[in-house]
């Protein structure tokens, strides 16, 4: 009992790392040491839905029994995303200020998702989360 109640633990703390990290600064450590980010459609900053939604996949995706199936998503997704960024319908663009070649490719990444502008303007518009701020809505 002990050692489950550990593992719950250690398992809500690195969600809540990961959620907050992505939410506050676009990425955890690994991300900023690599000098990538995570973003939101069209490139804005998470939301704290988008962030807990791509992290809790982390649950699923970092089972011992199919480690191997989020590379497979990874590659056969045109817009190279995860299982939890396809949810959560996030990217991941380098972190060097977007550029207009990175805005192009993210709207080409949100269109392979089956994406058009107009919905990303929908979803913003969506009705807000309890995890969203009142200066996100």
Do not use: H
Request: hydrophobic share 45%; with cysteine; glycine share 6%.
């Amino acid at each position: 009992q002990q050692a489950t109640m550990a593992s719950l633990a250690i398992t809500t703390g690195f969600l809540l790392y990961c959620v907050i990290l992505e939410k506050s600064v676009g990425g955890t450590l690994g991300k900023l040491i690599m000098k990538t980010r995570v973003v939101g459609p069209s490139g804005r900053p998470l939301t704290w839905r988008e962030a807990l939604l791509r992290n809790c996949s982390k649950l699923v995706e970092l089972s011992p029994q199919i480690i191997w199936l989020p590379a497979i998503f990874v590659m056969l997704n045109p817009a190279r995303q995860r299982l939890g960024d396809m949810l959560a319908r996030t990217l991941v663009v380098e972190a060097s200020g977007l550029s207009v070649q990175q805005i192009e490719e993210i709207r080409e990444r949100m269109q392979a998702m089956g994406m058009t502008p107009n919905e990303e303007e929908e979803l913003a518009a969506a009705p807000p989360s309890p995890f969203d701020r009142d200066d996100e809505r």
